[in-house]
C-alpha cells in the first residue's frame, strides 16, 4: 500500500483550524503529523500523534511533513513557503500569495527552482459549480463581459485590504476564464457606508482583457454576496456561491458536483504529493498574476483617493 502523504498546516487560526479539519478528515491517505501554533488552544484540536510547535521553522526542519499547509498572515506566505520549497517540501498556500509582485515572481523563482507541488488555495477555482462553468463559457462562445458582486455586511477585514480580501477571488476567477491577464486595470473607492463599531468600504475594481470589459464590486455589501455573471454570445452563465442552485445558465439551474472546494484542493494537492508530481507552472503562473493585477488596482485605488 502506499504510504500516507504527511501533512503539516502551519498557522492554526479561523482558516487554519477550518483547514486542519479537512485534512484530518483525509486519513488514511493522509496524516497530520505536525502544526505550528503559538495559540495554547491548538492542542485541544490536534490529532493524536501529531507534534506541536511554537515555530515554523522547527516544524520545517523536523522531517515530520512530506508537505505543509501554510494558514498564515498575508505578509508570512512568501517566507515560509520558499522555506519550505527549499527543505524539499511541497506547499499548499492560503491566497493571496503575498502583497507585492516582486516577492510573488521571487517565489515563483524559487518554485520553478524546487519542481515540487505548490497549490495557491484560490478557493473558487475548485468549486465544481465554478469549474462547470468554465467549460459552458468554452462551448457558448467568446465571453463579451463580466459583472461580480462579492462581499458581505459589516467591517472590512483589519489585516487585509477589500480589494486583497475579496478581489483575489475575482481576479483569479478572470484571468482563468479568459486565460490572461487583463490589459487595464483600474479601481475607486464607491462609498464608506456607516456600520456599527466603524466604517465600511465598497470598492470598485475595473478588469479590462481586450474586448472583454469586467466590473466587480467589493467589500461592505448590505447581504452577503458572491456571485459572477458571465455574458458569452450565446448564452449568459451566472455563478452564485451564496444560492441553493449555485450554477445558471440563461436563468435555468444547470446540475454540478457537489464538494466542498476545500476538500476537493487539499485533496488534489495531496494526490500531487502522493504521485511524486512536479510544479503546475500554470498554476504558480495565475497566482503571481493575481498579485501583480491587485497591485496595480492598489496603485490606481491610493491615486484616485489622493487627488
Known amino acids: ?22 485534512m484530518i478528515a483525509m486519513a488514511p491517505a493522509a496524516v497530520v503529523t505536525a502544526v505550528a501554533s503559538r495559540n495554547a488552544e491548538t492542542a485541544r484540536i490536534v490529532p493524536d500523534g501529531c507534534r506541536l ?23 508570512t506566505h512568501v517566507p515560509i513557503a520558499m ?10 498556500v492560503e491566497k493571496p500569495l503575498c502583497f507585492d509582485p516582486v516577492d510573488a515572481r521571487a517565489f515563483r523563482t ?9 497549490v495557491i488555495d484560490h478557493i473558487h477555482l475548485f468549486n465544481p459549480p465554478f469549474r462547470h462553468l468554465l467549460e459552458w463559457a468554452d462551448r457558448l462562445g467568446p465571453i463579451t463581459s463580466i459583472q461580480s ?10 489585516d487585509i485590504p477589500v480589494l486583497w480580501d475579496w478581489g483575489a477571488h475575482d481576479v483569479a476567477m478572470c484571468v482563468r476564464l479568459l486565460r490572461r491577464a487583463p ?15 466603524g466604517v465600511g468600504e465598497i470598492v470598485g475594481l475595473k478588469l479590462k482583457f481586450g474586448a472583454t470589459d469586467v466590473s466587480v464590486t467589493l467589500g461592505s455589501l448590505p447581504v452577503r454576496k458572491r456571485e459572477m455573471t458571465v455574458m458569452c454570445r450565446d448564452g449568459v452563465l451566472l455563478y452564485d ?3 441553493e442552485h449555485k450554477l445558471r445558465l440563461n436563468g435555468e439551474p444547470l446540475p454540478h458536483a457537489m464538494k466542498s472546494p476545500l476538500a476537493l484542493a487539499l485533496e488534489e494537492f495531496r494526490q500531487q504529493v502522493a504521485a511524486g508530481a ?30
Open 149 to 158: 458582486a462579492a462581499g458581505k455586511p459589516g467591517l472590512p477585514h483589519p
Open 110 to 118: 524559487v518554485a520553478v527552482d524546487a519542481g515540487l507541488p505548490v
Open 278 to 307: 512536479g510544479l503546475d507552472r500554470e498554476a504558480l503562473d495565475l497566482g503571481v498574476t493575481v498579485v501583480e493585477v491587485l497591485a496595480q488596482a492598489q496603485k490606481s485605488l491610493i491615486d484616485t483617493i489622493s487627488r
Open 1 to 22: 500500500m502506499t504510504p500516507p502523504v504527511r501533512l503539516g498546516l502551519i498557522g492554526a487560526g479561523y482558516w487554519g483550524r477550518i483547514c486542519l479539519r479537512n
Open 241 to 243: 456561491d451564496v444560492a
Open 83 to 92: 522555506a519550505a520549497l527549499q527543505r524539499g517540501l511541497a506547499v499548499f
Open 53 to 75: 510547535f511554537a515555530d515554523w521553522a522547527d516544524l520545517l526542519d523536523s522531517g515530520l511533513c512530506d508537505a505543509v499547509v501554510i494558514s498564515t498572515v498575508v505578509e
Open 183 to 197: 490589459d487595464h486595470v483600474a479601481a475607486q473607492v464607491l462609498a464608506r457606508p456607516s456600520i456599527d463599531g
